[in-house]
C-alpha cells in the first residue's frame, strides 16, 4: 500500500472548520483513500472515503485533488469531541480477495479549543 | 445494530502465560481482522478472517494466532506472553472480502507483568 504523509498536529477553535491535509504522491489508480480517528484509547471509528471523487457524509467531507495525490478532511463544524488523533489511510484490494488490511501511520492529533 | 464487541475489555497476565480474547463481530459482517496498536509501533495488523478461514496475516510470531467460528465469532490466542505483548488488542469487522469498510470494537487492554 501506498504510504501517507500528515502532520504531526493541528489545532482549531470550536465551531470553526477543521481542514485535516494528507499527502499520498505514490498513490495508484486503484487505492482508496480513508479516513479514520481515535478518541483517546477507544477503537478507531470510520469517517470516510474516496477514489477520486470529493465525498460527503454526516461527519465530514472528503477532498482529493484531480492528481489525487493528496486529499483533506473537512470537520465544517468542530466541537471539543472531535478531538482525536485522525489517520489517513491508503487501501487497495489485496491479493486473492483478501480484505485489504488498514496500514495505520502515525496520524494528525487535532485539538479542539473551546 | 449492535457494533463490534470483545471480551474482556481488560486483562492481566503474567510473563509466560497464554491469552485468549474474543471478538464479536457486527450482524451479518462475515470478516473480522484483528490489530495491536502499542505506544511504539502503533497499529499493526495481526490477520484477518473470512468464512473461517486466514485470509491474510500480518508479520508476526507464530506465538499470535487466531480462528474464527461458523457464526464468524473470532478468537486470537497468544501463547508464552511477553512483557511487549502489552498493548489494546482491536477487532474490526466487515461484511465481505474486499475494500468493505471495516468497523472497529472498543479493543481489549492487555497488561503483561
Known amino acids: 500500500d501506498a504510504k501517507t504523509t500528515q502532520p504531526p498536529s493541528m489545532d482549531c477553535a470550536e465551531g470553526r472548520a477543521a481542514n485535516l491535509p494528507c499527502n499520498h504522491s505514490?498513490?495508484?489508480?486503484?487505492?482508496?483513500v480513508y479516513w479514520y480517528r481515535q478518541i483517546h484509547s477507544q477503537g478507531p471509528q470510520y469517517i470516510i472515503h474516496?477514489?477520486?471523487n470529493n465525498e460527503t457524509n454526516e461527519m465530514a467531507s472528503l477532498i482529493i485533488t484531480e492528481d489525487r495525490k493528496s486529499s483533506t478532511l473537512i470537520l465544517p463544524h468542530a466541537t471539543l469531541r472531535d478531538t482525536a488523533v485522525y489517520y489517513c489511510?491508503?487501501?487497495?484490494?489485496?491479493?486473492?480477495?483478501?480484505?485489504?488490511?488498514?496500514?495505520f501511520g502515525k496520524g494528525i492529533t487535532l485539538s479542539v479549543r473551546p | 445494530k449492535a457494533g463490534v464487541t470483545q471480551t474482556p475489555r481488560y486483562l492481566i497476565k503474567t510473563r509466560g502465560q497464554q491469552v485468549t480474547l474474543s471478538c464479536s463481530p457486527i450482524?451479518?459482517?462475515?470478516?473480522v481482522s484483528w490489530y495491536q496498536q502499542t505506544p511504539g509501533q502503533g497499529l499493526q495488523f495481526l490477520f484477518e478472517?473470512?468464512?473461517?478461514?486466514?485470509?491474510n496475516k500480518g508479520n508476526f510470531p507464530g506465538r499470535f494466532s487466531g480462528r474464527q467460528f461458523s457464526n464468524s465469532r473470532s478468537e486470537m490466542n497468544v501463547s508464552t506472553l511477553e512483557l511487549g505483548d502489552s498493548a489494546l488488542y482491536l477487532c474490526?469487522?466487515?461484511?465481505?472480502?474486499?475494500?468493505?469498510?471495516?468497523?472497529f470494537g472498543p479493543g481489549t487492554r492487555l497488561l503483561v507483568l
Open positions: 505514490t498513490i495508484s489508480g486503484n487505492e482508496y
Open positions: 478472517y473470512f468464512s473461517e478461514t486466514q485470509r
Open positions: 474516496g477514489l477520486k
Open positions: 474490526a469487522s466487515s461484511s465481505d472480502r474486499g475494500l468493505e469498510t471495516q468497523y
Open positions: 489511510i491508503v487501501r487497495a484490494l489485496a491479493r486473492g480477495g483478501a480484505n485489504s488490511k488498514l496500514t
Open positions: 450482524s451479518g459482517h462475515r470478516s
